[in-house]
């Protein structure tokens, strides 16, 4: 015969904690104390954020119409703000930006007041890793921007650190494109060292023209892959810890670890 186990219903789990109030504020105050001192030794953490969107520098060149197009066909914006994304986070970013005050920075990156971070092989790989956790690309609404944000102890530290990414990400696209062009530059160069119709070598000509102009424009540029929107800026109020939610929820737990030791002990 089946045995039938009826729940309790809540005037009977009211009744329960009642009788067991004496372990429930006993653990209540306990876990609330506990909290605080939590609380008094975590660090203080600020976030940085940035907001950029694609450097799109044909806007520069919007009378040029057949430059325009010879600009499309050779640099592709989305492509290139794509690549800055991932290149952001990345060992190349990583290895470039690598120094004494970065690592600093990292290492103070711990919870607790008077710890730091270790690392086992300080190297690009392990600080791209760290950059990869820590640094957060997000789309901002239904548009093509992106937030960049980083959360550290240390408020210019955290400014700093997108700063220094966002910077070297760009040149190191820069620098890709430039000797992309410079090749073409060079090609066509030697192209016009050789016999060529009156027609080709015109045409050569005026794609030499475009090229030399669009690695003027690259190397004019600050910025090409990605620029700011909205500059780094830092919160004046820390984001973590959230005192009062965390408190709450600490009181909460050891509120509710009273009650089922209360009934263990009944049992």
């Known amino acids: 015969m089946a045995v039938i186990i009826q729940e309790p219903t809540l005037k009977e789990i009211i009744k329960d904690a009642w009788k067991s109030k004496i372990y429930i504020l006993l653990f209540g105050v306990v876990f609330f104390f506990i909290s605080v001192l939590l609380v008094y030794f975590m660090k203080p953490f600020y ?58 920075i990292a290492e103070q990156d711990c919870i607790f007041k008077g710890c730091n971070r270790e690392f086992v092989i300080w190297n690009s790989q392990e600080f791209s890793d760290y950059i990869r956790d820590k640094v957060k690309i997000e789309p901002v609404a239904m548009t093509n921007f992106r937030k960049i944000t980083y959360e550290h102890p240390d408020k210019e530290s955290a400014v700093y650190m997108i700063s220094v990414l966002h910077e070297q990400a760009n040149n190191i696209i820069k620098s890709r494109i430039e000797k992309s062009l410079e090749k073409r530059i060079d090609y066509l160069k030697k192209s016009l060292e050789g016999d060529l119709y009156p027609d080709n070598r015109k045409a050569v000509v005026k794609m030499l023209m475009q090229y030399e102009y669009i690695l003027m424009l690259t190397r004019v540029e600050e910025y090409i892959a990605a620029k700011y929107i909205e500059p780094v800026y830092v919160s004046n109020k820390s984001v973590w810890p959230r005192k009062y939610i965390f408190i709450t929820v600490f009181i909460f737990v050891g509120m509710l670890l009273g009650y089922v030791i209360a009934g263990i002990r009944k049992s």
């Open 47 to 104: 976030k940085a954020e940035a907001i950029i969107s694609s450097s799109f520098i044909l806007n520069n060149i919007e009378e040029e119409k057949d430059l325009t197009v010879s600009m499309e066909n050779i640099i592709n914006f989305d492509d290139l703000f794509i690549s800055y994304q991932q290149i952001l986070t990345g060992p190349v970013t990583a290895k470039a930006v690598i120094n004494d005050r970065v690592r600093k």
